[in-house]
């Protein structure tokens, strides 16, 4: 009996680490891949570290980016914030007398339902006539169509980013090269329906401002934003948030981190708001220290919170099913070529909250990621 137990006592030492530590035989199946990987579990009410793998190394984030972008934007605009399309024309009577207007401002919301709305608004104001024509201005934002670092990036997820854009810049699903053409047509048909005439005369004066439309509140945006991956609106609302450059959004949402948690721009890498760019890079820890902020701030954290998918609970089709999962944790997650994230927070089966992040980078696949995560989420 003292031999037997004696050999298994030899047999477990001589076992590699690996094998009698599940975190370790994780990480040794990534890099056996050439998997790069950053990962980290904490406890979500006193932050500390349970278990992980590199967590402070920066790598690609893919859509886990937007989890800065949104934050920083609830917690400087608040969730009630709205920005104002204004429509502008010359009213004589019913009429308006040259071209009708629309000033963009970067509404990344402005479909079909709510330019139809807009009309209507118009209407009640007694417009009935354009005697000119239907005018767009995107003055508001620079030139700057795509973004910093797109250029490898699907041609599906890239859409021309202009303060005035309408359905997403997309038409029957597909991206459109003229946006501006998109936006009129779709102006004209909505004017039309709503009982409102576009005769296409002489332009005339801008006159004043006869409407200004208001968006839905942040709150609404950041939670399409963030449920669905909508890369558009995020990248509208940074553009906003730089006074309608990339470039001054970016530093406005780097400034943000680094006065509010001490993260400089080393830690918070970005070059724009959704993840597209494979400049972008974070590590699992900065992406926890965000989301264990957002979780304790009392002002933007139920907004910030609510915003993120739940596994098991959402009334649209998710890629994970478990049901050992439902309803046990909120994340976003993020994919590109190469590139495999999740962050989160999750419920143990004994009710503790945990506070997670995963980023890999390579010739990964989601279950990757979600190995981990289905592991940590069944202790306790």
């Known amino acids: 009996m003292i031999r037997r137990a004696l050999l298994a006592l030899c047999l477990l030492l001589a076992l590699p680490a690996a094998a009698l530590d599940p975190m370790g035989a994780w990480v040794q199946r990534m890099e056996a891949r050439n998997i790069r990987a950053s990962a980290g579990l904490w406890d979500l009410e006193t932050g500390r570290l349970l278990e992980g793998h590199q967590m402070d190394l920066a790598l690609v984030p893919a859509s886990t ?12 605009w608040k969730p009630n914030y709205r920005i104002e399309t204004e429509v502008w024309g010359d009213l004589r009577g019913d009429t308006v007398a040259g071209d009708l207007v629309f000033k963009g401002a970067g509404d990344p919301f402005l479909t079909g339902e709510r330019l139809w709305l807009l009309a209507e608004e118009l209407k009640a104001r007694g417009v009935r006539t354009v005697s000119g024509k239907l005018r767009i201005d995107q003055g508001a934002f620079d030139d700057q169509r795509y973004g910093n670092g797109w250029e490898g990036t699907s041609s599906n997820t ?9 359905n997403f810049n997309k038409e029957d699903g597909r991206l459109v090269k003229d946006p501006d053409r998109l936006a009129l047509e779709t102006l004209a ?3 039309r329906q709503a009982g409102i005439t576009v005769e296409g005369g002489p332009s005339g004066s801008e006159g004043r401002r006869l409407l200004a439309f208001p968006s839905l509140p942040l709150r609404d945006l950041v939670g399409d934003i963030n449920k669905f991956s909508n890369n558009f609106m995020i990248e509208m609302l940074v553009k906003r948030f730089g006074g309608g450059t990339w470039t001054q959004g970016i530093r406005q949402i780097q400034a943000f981190y680094q006065t509010m948690l001490d993260l400089g721009p080393d830690k918070v890498a970005l070059t724009d708001g959704s993840g597209l760019s494979k400049e972008n890079h974070l590590s699992a820890r900065t992406l926890a220290i965000v989301l264990r902020a957002a979780w304790n701030d009392f002002e933007v954290g139920p907004e910030m919170v609510g915003s993120l998918k739940i596994i098991g609970g959402e009334p649209f089709r998710l890629h994970i099913k478990d049901p050992d999962l439902a309803r046990r944790i909120r994340c976003k997650t993020g994919h590109l070529n190469g590139v495999t994230s999740v962050c989160g927070y999750l419920q143990m089966l004994d009710g503790r909250r945990r506070v997670f992040a995963v980023i890999l980078n390579g010739p990964c696949a989601e279950a990757d990621a979600w190995d981990l995560v289905r592991r940590w989420a069944s202790q306790g």
């Open 158 to 166: 890239t859409p021309p980013i202009l303060p005035f854009s309408v």
């Open 65 to 76: 980016t937007k989890v800065l972008s949104t934050y920083a934007l609830l917690k400087t």
């Open 189 to 191: 048909r909505t004017l």
